[in-house]
């Protein structure tokens, strides 16, 4: 039975580096001075200095790697097709602005194709079955919900319903690894519930590396610049590079959550504990993409089909097939078994995508595989990991990292409080960033606020497994 995206929860988050349509390196000496410095050059960045420069403020962007994008990086080289090593996915499309930017860079931007499978051995769920794991997975995603309104934020495995039988397994992984990056007893429950509804999924044909990029061609940008040192007072901020050093009054920091709390940059002084404190525990979950580039299509799979397993655990994986009608496919793992597997190289991730693959489609899959390439975002030195996600009792930390300390200010898909994990909730969070610190400055003093975008609620009752996330 063919599920829509409605019908399934599934996973496709961030992964590591490939150059980026648009990257270019900054072709002058890097300014002394700005209004704004903004570090780090993904979606947040991008979108923090493409506001910035609305109200006709000085920005400079400095960012670690050689591309823009961040966690949003696009291959075209590897396979002859656009493949996104990073976030595939945006939502949302009536109020999500970075739609509109798309195709008005002539970026084509178009609804994700629907067409889900489960597979049981080697053939597909009948419909009696689809339906029992449908109905399993409303019935955990009702019993964190339910567990989202107690007092105390829990893990979301201790709440699940102990007779899922059969469906253990692949509901543990849909929900969690493939959702978060992290095994669902790593999970906050109040963090899962507040995810916002992203069934409505978008792709940009041409990648959501290329989009960052395009949508970054104005801004002022060093790349291969790391921000080495940010000194910090109520007054101004003083970044230090390999290229020099830029004083601003104030600043937008958008590196991950891990790199934060890891120490990835110096602050002086320090900063607060209770920022630290909350990005420990939004630290990133673990979630890679393995492409296979194969011979013909011996899976007999549609565009862009999705296929997930019936699995005694969640030692599984999801696919994407036939990606935007080529020969590509890739095979996402996620959570604890997918941080093990990435550990031990893209040998070992290729291995097991062709061991999936033969335990599902049979010895004559894994023979038509003609390239291959893997993504190993645990190990990218910029990001240390894939999105982040709440350990039970941190959800509180997501708002916590918005408040502003001195003249600085965080911004990133960690500090959304319902779109954390994706795009959207990325550039979303450096808007709200850089209206916040052109505030400090004066530059917005006699400026409305700009409205918020509406966050809808999801209740039990209307949750089904649904849309793919980045």
Not at 77 to 91: I, K, N
Not at 195 to 217: H, P, T, V, W
Not at 241 to 264: D, E, F, H, Q, Y
Not at 440 to 448: F, K, W
């Amino acid at each position: 039975m063919t599920m829509t995206r409605r019908d399934l929860l599934s996973a496709a988050a961030a992964l590591a580096a490939a150059p980026a349509l648009g990257a270019r390196a900054w072709a002058a000496p890097l300014p002394r001075d700005a209004d704004i410095v903004v570090i780090g050059a993904g979606a947040a960045g991008i979108s923090a200095a493409r506001r910035v420069m609305a109200a006709n403020r000085k920005v400079i962007v400095v960012e670690a790697s050689g591309q823009i994008g961040g966690r949003c990086l696009t291959d075209a080289a590897t396979f002859g097709v656009p493949f996104d090593r990073g976030a595939r996915w945006m939502y949302n499309p009536d109020s999500n602005p970075m739609i509109r930017l798309a195709r008005a860079a002539g970026l084509d931007v178009a609804t994700a194709p629907t067409g889900q499978k489960i597979r049981i051995g080697r053939r597909n769920a009948r419909a009696g079955e689809t339906e029992e794991f449908l109905a399993t997975m409303v019935r955990a995603n009702r019993a964190i919900d339910e567990a989202s309104r107690g007092k105390a934020d829990v893990a979301c495995a201790s709440v699940l319903p102990k007779d899922l039988g059969v469906w253990a397994g692949a509901a543990e992984f849909v929900l969690g690894a493939g959702f978060a990056g992290k095994d669902l007893k790593e999970l906050s429950a109040i963090d899962k519930a507040r995810a916002q509804d992203r069934n409505a999924a978008l792709a940009c044909r041409q990648g959501m590396g290329a989009l960052i990029a395009r949508l970054g061609e104005q801004v002022p940008l060093a790349l291969s610049t790391p921000a080495s040192r940010v000194s910090w007072s109520n007054r101004d901020v003083t970044v230090e590079t390999p290229s020099g050093k830029i004083v601003a009054r104030a600043a937008i920091v958008t590196v991950s959550s891990n790199v934060l709390a890891t120490g990835g940059i110096r602050f002086t002084p320090d900063i607060p504990k209770r920022q630290l404190d909350a990005a420990a525990k939004l630290g990133l979950g673990s979630l890679d993409r393995i492409a296979l580039q194969l011979q013909g299509n011996l899976l007999g799979l549609g565009r862009d089909d999705i296929i997930i397993e019936q699995s005694d655990s969640t030692r599984t994986a999801l696919l994407l097939a036939n990606i935007a009608g080529s020969s590509l496919c890739t095979i996402d793992v996620g959570g604890s078994f997918g941080r093990d597997l990435s550990a031990q190289g893209e040998a070992a991730m290729v291995a097991f995508a062709k061991e999936w693959l033969t335990r599902l489609f049979g010895s004559e899959a894994a023979a038509a595989v003609k390239k291959s390439s893997a993504t190993r975002w645990n190990a990218a030195p910029f990001t240390l990991g894939a999105m982040s996600s709440a350990a039970p009792g941190g959800q509180g930390s997501r708002k916590v990292l918005t408040e502003p300390f001195g003249c600085m200010f965080l911004a990133g898909e960690a500090t959304h409080e319902t779109l954390w994990g994706t795009v959207d909730g990325a550039w979303e969070s450096g808007e709200r960033a850089a209206e916040a610190a052109l505030r400090r400055i004066g530059a917005l003093r006699d400026e409305p606020a700009a409205p918020a975008r509406k966050q809808r609620r999801r209740t039990a009752p209307a949750k089904s497994p649904g849309a793919p996330t980045n």
